[in-house]
């Protein structure tokens, strides 16, 4: 029937035709279905271009590229519909946006020759003629254009008045005028808009103002128009990595190092790419190039110590460590990693974690430690309190779907509630997480004594880091106690180390009261049966028991892969050995070495590669997905992990699990089995481990019908209520709140 045709189809059909009136109607159908229907927009101009209306050309276009700017037929299009009106500099921008997205494209070379020999750029646009022929000898319109081009000349009339222009940007920018510098090379551009060096220093300059899509826009038209110029390459690399494109990164990264292979800051910057894409054999071999020119690099120690950490070569990242520290005695950030290490890798033990994190605090807090601080805050126990949640990762992960029903339960009556936002990523969440807030406070160009300076003048009472020595952590603000109560909370599974952290929370079960103080600089605080709750972002049908149709039990790991240690694998293929046809999946296995150990270790031990199920690291809609594909979880230790152990519980699947050390990261997981009634899955030791899992493995009907369970559970555990747990928050910070108090007044209002 008719009114099941796509118009818009319909309407390509009537252009081709050259039935242009026709065409425009039905590309406004599928518009008035779908007003973002891109390919219509594009198309429709094209019609009005076609029909001699460029100015509604230039709009409707400009509205397709504004959805999509990753499509060179419209950028073409745009151009010419600019050209048509007589805005030349601008048509050679649109040409130059094209074949960045499509270099090998004709059309727009030829489209963007003719532009700049309308403004007497004859010899460039002789040479955009032969570069259309080089892609497309038969080109007729290039052979035409480029026999009547004669020999031209390489300038232009306006050409010395843009390099004038040009200087003049660079004199304002070396100044740090970049509004004068912006300006400079835009004028460059209206008189000579086929200057790489102003497209490229335009790029640069928006580079420094962090106009990340402006700049890359700029830097790639330069390397169109001067392929080898290696600053652009080495800037559109920054430009991307720091806008999150990685890929793009990587590649402008490669181009720059093909002209200069020993560049230090690109081959860092390449590496730092490649880890962050779990492409780690090539973030090590490019590591490895820096270390052999300079063995002193405490940050190429740094970067490779993460690489081989996320590679499971414990030993190996705490050596890289180790040498960053040594090299560059304020290599904080090495120090953290350190420490971060430490609690995951295998034969740590809790004394030795709490030494390394006082360590950390006489080298770092220490010195940041002055005269005793005074507060202002009215030192009234029963007043409603300011509350200070700080952490860099307010959006979508763990942290924010944590924090998210907190904040959604405070009582605002007893509780006014600030967020203090350390990251530059913000998404959905974030937005959502800033609205759950009284007031909430963007502060992640602030660095550590700023953040402290603007926490206490907002007068917070009680100060929460949510952080620890994680990435992108702040904690040494709190060194500079700007609050009277300063707390230790969440997503740091240790001491801080530090002396202006006063309390941390925690449970008796993570902390037993009279074992674990003593590993702590802060005072624990005992939340109850609860350390958090949980708020799962995915809910998926839980399937139904794969093993009963599949006809073998498939195991599953989801945690990351730097939580298994060669013992993990070790045992994990004892167990596979105890069930005869078992399958392992394991997610987050990187490509390369990493995958390749991982295969000898279980082959060592007789199992066969075709046992094992192996992914890299996947979305978490696909982590949930495959959740759906085992029939049994297994933790790894000494970090037996909880978020993951959770979200495996959600799905169904139960999970084996081993206490193994004194450690509150070798303890959380546990406490979730043992808070579900699930005491049973946690193991005593590694045939402990293996007995568990084979007994439920053989016996399926029992084990779906616990799958079926697990859920319901779950929803009614202490983990799901949340006024119940922010409730229990709220006494402790009270609490906390009252001690300072007590102690204000018994020191005679000089408590700090």
């Not at 750029?121 to 009547?148: K, T």
């Not at 969440?490 to 009261?513: V, W």
């Not at 007995?691 to 053989?698: G, K, Q």
Request: net charge negative; with cysteine; aromatic share 8%.
């Amino acid at each position: 029937m008719a009114d099941e045709a796509d118009p818009f189809a319909l309407g390509v059909a009537q252009h081709r035709a050259g039935r242009l009136a026709q065409a425009a109607d039905l590309y406004r159908e599928a518009l008035a279905r779908d007003p973002a229907h891109v390919d219509a927009l594009h198309f429709l101009g094209a019609v009005a271009h076609q029909q001699g209306e460029h100015g509604e050309a230039v709009a409707l276009i400009s509205r397709a590229l504004s959805l999509n700017a990753a499509n060179p037929a419209a950028q073409n299009n745009l151009g010419n519909a600019l050209a048509a009106q007589g805005k030349t500099a601008e048509a050679v921008t649109a040409y130059l946006d094209a074949l960045a997205l499509q270099p090998a494209y004709p059309d727009a070379w030829f489209n963007l020759g003719n532009a700049l020999r309308a403004i007497g750029r004859v010899g460039p646009a002789a040479a955009c003629y032969r570069r259309a022929l080089a892609i497309d000898p038969q080109h007729r319109p290039s052979q035409g254009a480029l026999a009547g081009a004669g020999a031209g000349t390489p300038g232009s009339p306006g050409e010395q008045a843009a390099s004038a222009h040009i200087d003049r940007g660079n004199a304002s920018r070396e100044q740090g005028r970049l509004d004068d510098a912006i300006a400079g090379y835009r004028q460059a551009l209206a008189l000579a808009p086929d200057h790489a060096i102003a497209h490229l220093n335009l790029g640069s300059a928006l580079l420094d103002q962090g106009r990340l899509d402006e700049a890359q826009a700029s830097l790639r038209r330069a390397i169109v128009l001067e392929p080898g110029l290696a600053e652009a390459h080495f800037n559109l690399g920054v430009a991307a990595f720091r806008a999150g494109a990685l890929g793009a990164a990587k590649a402008a990264f490669e181009r720059y190092l093909e002209s200069r292979p020993d560049d230090r800051s690109a081959l860092m910057a390449l590496a730092d790419a490649c880890y962050r894409t779990t492409a780690l054999d090539e973030a090590a071999r490019r590591l490895e190039q820096v270390l052999a020119a300079h063995p002193g690099d405490a940050a190429a120690h740094n970067l490779l110590g993460n690489v081989r950490r996320n590679q499971g070569r414990h030993a190996e990242a705490l050596a890289h460590y180790e040498a960053a520290i040594r090299h560059d005695r304020d290599s904080r950030l090495a120090f953290q990693n350190l420490l971060f290490c430490l609690m995951c890798a295998p034969g740590h033990s809790a004394a030795e974690l709490h030494e390394r994190h006082r360590e950390f605090a006489r080298r770092f807090e220490a010195p940041l430690l002055t005269a005793r601080q005074t507060h202002a805050n009215p030192p009234d126990p029963a007043r409603r309190l300011r509350i200070g949640y700080v952490s860099p990762e307010f959006r979508a992960n763990v942290v924010g779907h944590y924090i998210q029903p907190i904040l959604e339960h405070h009582d605002r009556a007893g509780f006014e509630v600030h967020g203090f936002s350390l990251g530059a990523a913000r998404d959905a969440v974030t937005g959502r997480l800033a609205s759950l807030v009284d007031q909430w406070h963007d502060v992640h160009e602030l660095g550590e004594q700023a953040l402290a300076e603007r926490i206490r003048s907002l007068g917070i009472d009680v100060l929460v880091d949510l952080c620890g020595h994680g990435p992108g952590n702040r904690i040494l603000a709190f060194a500079h106690r700007p609050a009277p109560v300063q707390v230790s909370y969440l997503d740091y599974s240790a001491t801080t180390g530090l002396d202006s952290i006063d309390y941390r929370l925690t449970t008796e079960y993570c902390d037993p009261t009279g074992t674990a103080d003593r590993y702590y600089a802060e005072k624990l605080v005992r939340l109850g049966e609860a350390y958090w709750t949980y708020n799962p972002s995915v809910r998926r049908e839980v399937t139904a028991l794969p093993a009963q149709s599949q006809g073998h039990v498939t195991f599953g790991s989801f945690n990351l892969y730097y939580r298994m240690s060669g013992e993990v694998l070790e045992l994990w293929a004892r167990l596979l050995a105890s069930v005869p046809g078992a399958r392992l999946l394991i997610v987050g296995v990187g490509e390369g070495s990493t995958r390749e150990a991982l295969l000898g270790t279980m082959a060592r031990a007789g199992v066969p590669a075709d046992r094992l199920v192996l992914h890299n690291v996947v979305s978490y809609d696909r982590y949930h997905e495959l959740m759906g594909a085992v029939d049994i979880a297994l933790g790894p230790f000494p970090y037996n992990g909880a978020t993951t152990l959770m979200d495996c519980v959600w799905n169904g699947l139960p999970v084996v699990s081993m206490q193994g050390g004194e450690t509150f990261g070798t303890r959380l997981g546990c406490s979730v089995l043992a808070q579900l009634g699930m005491s049973e899955w946690i193991a005593s030791d590694a045939d402990d481990y293996v007995r568990i899992a084979s007994r439920w493995a053989a016996d399926l009907p029992a084990l779906a019908q616990l799958r079926a369970s697990l859920r319901p559970r779950l929803e009614r555990s202490a983990l799901r209520d949340f006024p119940g747990f922010t409730r229990t928050l709220e006494r402790a910070y009270r609490s906390m709140w009252q001690a300072w108090c007590a102690a204000r007044s018994n020191d005679g209002g000089n408590a700090s």
